[in-house]
């Protein structure tokens, strides 16, 4: 833990911290890893986001794919919970949803090891502060 | 086509680890709250969110800059900055999904608040039901103290606000800004007249700036971005976005944010991808127990504060229920209405007996009773009610009851006149039939009837006892031949 004593300091570790994260999806970088995120607000857990996530997370590490599978809040499609969204180093981000146990093996085996899009992918269909 | 969403208060749900502050540093996080601290002062911070014309997100659209600038004028040696995470309104979680994608973009609101409004201490009121949100909160509020975005001596500027939580037992009227205040004083949760407005003299007495976690969300952008980009999204007086939890008959059910200005159309059928399969658009429901139902006529208006209320709705904190043909408008307004009798606190009459009173005479019309003399008892009823109220509950209580009236009116007229509930949701104004040309007789029905109201003999047409029917529809169900029927 560090304690941020100046705006500048803020300003470092902000750039650090974005660099850092544009380091993993970048195509180039050798250390970049597939990362997946779990949508695990109360609506994910309660449609059973929580086994998805632990399942990918035993697979991904038993199948020998190096990839970060964290967390995150809502994405705002209920009607299809639960969603999780991957994102394939120098590819954009893909959501997924109604991912159940099965759904999430063939997103490991068809989409994360081929590329092969999986039925399912929620288009993302929201401009963000960056890009307004 | 064009992406008719644009997520501002939501820019981080979904995106960051909820409980990881370096998620949310990496994505400007704090950096709003430094800027302040360093670069801008209290007044000319109040000045960008005032220009902003960021109005209150929880329902009452007051704008925000102001508020702050009013609890920042009063003299006093203690203030308070208070977030009101009460979400109260059945079918609405805009609020819950911030905080749980989001807290920290709440917490570095309230500090910015903190300084401009010259409060050091944050309350965030929030509902016991939200128990992630509560521990995402808590981590939230740890790291922030830990990293030094709360606490004393904030980005070593000498700032000092601290936060701390407050729980709210789910009542709905402890959303409306003073019983809130009351309710966190351990006190009765019931409003009080305004003036004084908590802006003046709040939580124990003292100036306290209530603001809703939308609200909050969105500041932090605001301050990075300039007023000048938030200003230049939505309508007239109402700028930025707005949070809807999209709910009913519709395809996509989900939150969605879009820029003030959008048309219901665009909301139910662009990104809600429109109705269920099967279901047909009657009426959409906006702003909660305090908000109308709108028609097909209203889809075209360009949603925003003061749109909403001229047709007769209003904002409200952001539920957006779709309907279709088998929603029934007096049941609907009764469903509404019987939740505000359930939550009035009961301190002021018209609300708590003229509610009541309004609720029995929809009682009285979906059971077949009513009259035409009663639907203008309501009328009237209503407008008494939204008249005298004491508080924002009672005030708008009766609004989903005017709009079905004045939008749906034929519905209502046919419960009185004809006794008839075309949508078959008022199981009294409904009467199974056989027809005896179709039926040949089976006895199906009549052994599947739980209280044998079916006679008739075997292949000769069957007859249903209306006085013995108790409308299960067990019988249509099992009929083959479609020969039962509902008048």
């Keep these: 833990m560090t304690r941020i004593t100046s705006l500048k300091e803020l300003t470092n570790l902000r750039d650090e911290l974005r660099t850092r994260s544009l380091a993993r999806s970048e195509k180039t970088n050798p250390g970049s890893i597939i990362q997946v995120k779990v949508a695990m607000?109360?609506?994910g857990i309660a449609s059973g986001a929580r086994p998805v996530m632990d399942y990918l997370k035993e697979e991904l590490e038993k199948r020998n794919i190096p990839a970060l599978v964290t967390q995150t809040g809502c994405m705002c499609y209920c009607y299809a919970e639960p969603t999780v969204e991957v994102t394939i180093p120098g590819k954009e981000p893909v959501t997924f949803g109604f991912v159940n146990t099965k759904k999430a093996d063939e997103i490991i085996e068809k989409y994360i090891r081929k590329g092969e899009l999986v039925e399912g992918i929620i288009p993302a269909d929201y401009e963000t502060i960056d890009s307004k | 086509m064009a992406k008719k969403q644009l997520r501002i208060a939501l820019r981080n749900c979904g995106v960051i680890d909820p409980e990881k502050i370096e998620d949310y540093i990496g994505r400007d996080g704090y950096m709003a709250l430094g800027k302040v601290l360093t670069e801008l002062s209290p007044e000319a911070t109040i000045e960008i969110i005032k220009k902003s014309g960021l109005r209150g997100r929880g329902g009452g659209g007051f704008p925000t800059g102001l508020k702050w600038e009013i609890t920042r004028k009063v003299e006093s040696t203690q203030k308070y900055v208070v977030c009101n995470a009460d979400e109260g309104d059945p079918g609405a979680f805009m609020d819950r999904s911030v905080l749980e994608g989001d807290p920290h973009s709440v917490l570095e609101a309230m500090a910015i608040n903190g300084y401009c409004t010259g409060a050091d201490k944050g309350l965030i009121y929030i509902r016991a039901?939200?128990?992630?949100?509560?521990?995402?909160l808590k981590i939230a509020m740890k790291q922030a103290l830990e990293w030094g975005f709360l606490g004393d001596n904030i980005l070593g500027t000498g700032f000092k606000f601290n936060i701390e939580i407050r729980y709210g037992a789910g009542a709905f009227v402890c959303g409306e800004e003073t019983a809130l205040i009351h309710s966190m004083e351990g006190l009765r949760g019931e409003p009080t007249v305004k003036p004084p407005f908590p802006s003046e003299e709040g939580y124990l007495g003292k100036p306290t700036n209530v603001n809703n976690v939308e609200t909050y969300a969105?500041?932090?952008v605001i301050i990075l971005k300039g007023w000048e980009w938030f200003s230049k999204i939505g309508t007239g007086k109402s700028k930025g976005t707005k949070v809807f939890a999209l709910a009913g008959k519709i395809r996509n059910v989900g939150l969605i944010e879009v820029p003030m200005g959008t048309t219901l159309r665009e909301v139910i059928y662009e990104i809600g991808g429109g109705l269920q399969e099967g279901a047909v658009f009657k009426a959409v429901q906006t702003?909660?127990?305090s908000g109308g139902c709108l028609m097909t006529k209203h889809l075209d208006i360009p949603i925003d504060y003061d749109n909403l209320i001229a047709a007769g709705s209003m904002m409200g904190s952001g539920g957006m229920i779709v309907m279709d043909d088998s929603n029934c408008m007096v049941s609907i307004a009764k469903f509404y209405l019987d939740f505000t009798v359930e939550e009035s606190c009961g301190k002021c009459s018209p609300c708590r007996i003229g509610n009541k009173r309004l609720s029995e005479l929809l009682e009285k019309i979906t059971k077949g009773d009513g009259t035409l003399e009663d639907l203008d008892k309501l009328r009237n009823l209503s407008t008494v009610i939204k008249d005298t109220s004491l508080c924002?509950?009672?005030?708008?209580?009766?609004?989903?009851?005017?709009s079905t009236i004045e939008n749906f009116y034929d519905e209502y007229y046919e419960h009185v006149t004809a006794k008839k509930c075309r949508s078959g949701v008022c199981k009294s104004l409904m009467m199974y039939i056989i027809d005896a040309e179709k039926c040949i007789g089976c006895t199906l029905c009549a052994r599947n009837c739980p209280v044998n109201a079916i006679t008739g003999e075997r292949k000769q047409a069957h007859t249903i006892d209306p006085e013995k029917c108790i409308k299960c529809g067990a019988c249509m169900e099992?009929?083959?031949?479609?020969a039962i029927f509902i008048n």
């Design chain 2, 392 to 402: 924002g509950l009672g005030q708008t209580s009766p609004n989903p009851v005017l």
């Design chain 1, 41 to 43: 607000a109360t609506c």
């Design chain 2, 478 to 482: 099992k009929c083959k031949f479609g």
């Design chain 2, 218 to 220: 969105n500041v932090p």
């Design chain 2, 287 to 289: 702003g909660g127990p």
């Design chain 2, 129 to 136: 039901e939200y128990p992630l949100a509560v521990e995402r």
